[in-house]
Structures are given as structure tokens and as C-alpha cells.
């Protein structure tokens, strides 16, 4: 075997910054970590609502012998539920939003995009020839200015409506008017709004009422739907072209009919949970009201961020959680900058008062 001795090096450095990541199995404790928000995936939501026995095995790439009834059925009802003219389904979010960004604007065009952008976002701007330059986050002034100076060719705007690392709220009243404003196309990423937010969780867009605003939509099923995937909103051209330039959807085998099968369960579930969308928000509530001693980020969703500056720091705090039986990680820096390394606590419908009450005291 060839040494592997830059490999190592590299990991070295991650070490020293004391944030090697490292995969861990479950261990049975009280879920402050996971994207279930609502509980689909951890009470089998979808397998009661019975499945129907469907292919677990793909044929191919949907424009080969990957594509079937049922998963442009899916793309029609998510569409119609979405408010959209048309919809792609992707294998998963990073497939989606790479496949937008890296297929879409050209060369000579210019993507602004909000700086917490998702990697998944990142990494599609990069396969891109266009310019991309990012604003501060949330930061609208920024964006006006980075549209009057820097803007040329078409113009897209990037965002998340819900942060993935923050959990807070993108301004889109604000950056639907700048778009309308300077003719830019806006792409906004609905990943922890999906089934959260709006009467039915149709997302933050729908809730505004800007679906027209928008010209492409990304909502995956990897978090509250309890699946694997996500579809691209837009329309029919949006969707044509995709099917013919976006590499992320041409050059991978679809995903298998009895995933499809699940999200389609998922999305006639989200309106009948209500209830399960009060349980969520009576404990998001109940964290940002109860006193702790550390401070936190500003966020009314889900995704509840408590600073913990340090590597080491945090790590400790988040060890002290594990031992106490509560699944809370840490976020190190360099996913966020230095002196903001976090828990990043994830709160669900189904974490009870018991579990919130000794979260909290641990906080304290
Ligand atoms: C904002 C955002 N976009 C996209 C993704 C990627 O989605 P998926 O996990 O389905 O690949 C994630 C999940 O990590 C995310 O947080």
C-alpha cells in the first residue's frame, strides 16, 4: 500500500483544532439532535400509514429506465401542494440545490448569495462559471448594494428560508422586492421550513404568500417529511430545463419507488398534524422562555443555537449533556466562526416536558 501520509496530515490539523469529526451509532438518548421535527421518521408515521409494498430497487437514471408513474404523480401532488406550476424530485437536497446552482447561471451572470448559505448552495455555485458574491447574513442593505454595484448579466438571489445553523428567519418580504426591484431571480432553500411553517408546513414562501416572487424552490424530505430526497419548484420551463442540463438529476440512478412511495405518504400526512406542529411549538416556546445561563441565538424555530464559545468548550458541554442521557451535539468551529462554536439544539413535537425541564436545568 502507497502511504497515505497526506491524509493524515490533514486530519492532524483537524485534530489540533480539536473538530475531527467522527461517526457515532445511536445510543437511546433523548433526541435534541435530529431533523425529525415532527416525529415521521421516529414513530414510523409513514410505515402505519401502510406503504404498498413497492420496488425497493432502481432501474437507472430517470431519463433512462429510472422513471415511473409514481414519482411524476409525486412531483404533480407536491407541485399542487407547493402552489408551483411544476416540480422536479432530486435524490436528495445537496443533489437539488447543486443541480440548480451549478446548471443555471452561466458564465457573466452573478449569484448573490446570504453568507450561512448551506454547503449543499456553496458547492453548486462553485461547479458554476458565473461570479457568485455573498451578503451578510440577513443583511438587506448589503444585498441592495451588491445588486447596484456588483450585479451583471441575470441576477439570482440565494437564501435559506429557515437557517440551517442559526434557525432564525430570511427577511423574503424584503428580498422578493429587491429582486422585483432589480430583476434578479430569487432561489430560496425551504429545507427546515418544509412541513413546519404555514397551516399545512407548505414552508415560509407559502406563508408569505410570495410563491410567484420565486423563480426556483427547494424543499427536501431529509428533515421534518421523515424521508430521503427533495424537489425543485418552479416552472414547466424551470423544470425542462433542469431535466436536460442539471448533472446532479441526469448522471444518478432515481430513487426507488418505494422511497417515492414515502414521501407521497409523508406529504398527506403533514396537513392532519396540526397538532403534532402545536406539540413543536409549545416546546420551542417553552425553551426560548425558560432562563438559562448562556447566551442564545435568536431564533422562533426548531433549531435553537446556545453559544458555548471554544472547541473545547463546547465539546465539554456537550460531553456533560451525552452522560446525562440527552443527544445534544456540538458545532465547532470551522463550520461556524471562532467564539460562536454552539449547541446546536434541535427541539421536536415529541420531546416531552420531562425531557425539556432537564435540558433546561442543564442549561442553567
Ligand atoms: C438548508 C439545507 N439545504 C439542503 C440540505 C441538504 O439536504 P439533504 O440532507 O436532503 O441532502 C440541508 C441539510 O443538511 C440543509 O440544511
Known amino acids: 500500500m502507497l502511504p497515505e501520509d497526506f491524509l493524515l496530515k490533514k486530519l492532524d490539523e483537524r485534530r489540533v483544532q480539536n473538530a475531527l469529526r467522527q461517526l457515532k451509532l445511536p445510543e437511546g438518548k433523548v433526541d435534541f439532535c435530529s431533523n425529525d421535527y415532527l416525529g415521521i421518521a421516529t414513530n414510523r408515521m409513514i410505515e402505519k400509514a401502510s406503504l404498498s409494498g413497492l420496488p425497493h430497487g432502481s432501474m437507472g437514471s ?32 445537496y443533489d437539488a440545490n447543486l443541480g440548480v446552482l451549478s446548471c443555471i447561471p452561466q458564465k457573466g451572470d452573478t449569484v448573490l448569495y446570504d453568507s450561512l448559505c448551506h454547503a449543499s448552495i456553496r458547492d453548486g455555485m462553485r461547479l458554476s ?158 425553551f426560548k422562555n425558560a432562563a438559562i445561563g448562556y447566551q442564545r441565538l435568536d431564533s422562533p424555530t426548531a433549531i435553537q443555537g446556545v453559544v458555548v464559545p471554544g472547541n473545547e468548550e463546547v465539546k465539554k458541554m456537550a460531553v456533560r449533556l451525552q452522560e446525562a442521557g440527552l443527544d445534544v451535539r456540538p458545532i465547532l468551529y470551522p463550520t461556524v466562526p471562532k467564539e460562536s462554536e454552539r449547541l446546536r439544539i434541535v427541539l421536536h413535537a415529541f420531546n416531552t416536558e420531562e425531557e425539556m425541564e432537564k435540558l433546561v436545568s442543564m442549561l442553567r
Open 62 to 93: 430517470r431519463l433512462l429506465a429510472g422513471n415511473y408513474a409514481l414519482v411524476e404523480e409525486t412531483e404533480k401532488m407536491l407541485a399542487d401542494f407547493h402552489a408551483a406550476p411544476a416540480g422536479l424530485i432530486f435524490n436528495s437536497g
Open 129 to 286: 462559471f458565473a461570479r457568485a458574491f455573498s451578503f451578510a447574513h440577513n443583511d438587506m442593505m448589503e444585498l441592495e448594494r451588491k445588486l447596484k454595484l456588483v450585479a451583471d448579466g441575470t441576477c439570482f438571489v440565494v437564501t435559506e428560508s429557515v437557517f440551517s445553523m442559526d434557525g432564525d428567519l430570511a427577511p423574503l418580504r424584503e428580498m422578493a422586492a429587491l429582486c422585483r426591484r432589480f430583476n434578479a431571480h430569487l432561489i430560496v432553500d425551504e429545507a427546515h421550513a418544509t412541513g413546519i411553517i404555514g397551516p399545512k408546513g407548505e414552508g415560509l414562501v407559502q406563508e408569505l404568500g410570495l410563491q410567484t416572487e420565486c423563480f426556483a424552490r427547494i424543499h427536501t424530505f431529509g428533515k421534518a417529511v421523515g424521508c430521503h430526497g427533495a424537489i425543485v419548484l418552479g416552472s414547466v420551463l424551470l423544470r425542462d430545463y433542469l431535466i436536460n442540463f442539471s448533472r446532479s438529476f441526469i448522471y444518478t440512478t432515481a430513487l426507488p419507488p418505494v422511497s417515492v412511495e414515502a414521501i407521497a405518504v409523508a406529504y398527506r400526512l403533514l396537513p392532519l398534524l396540526n397538532e403534532t406542529r402545536d406539540r413543536l411549538r409549545r416546546n420551542i416556546i417553552l
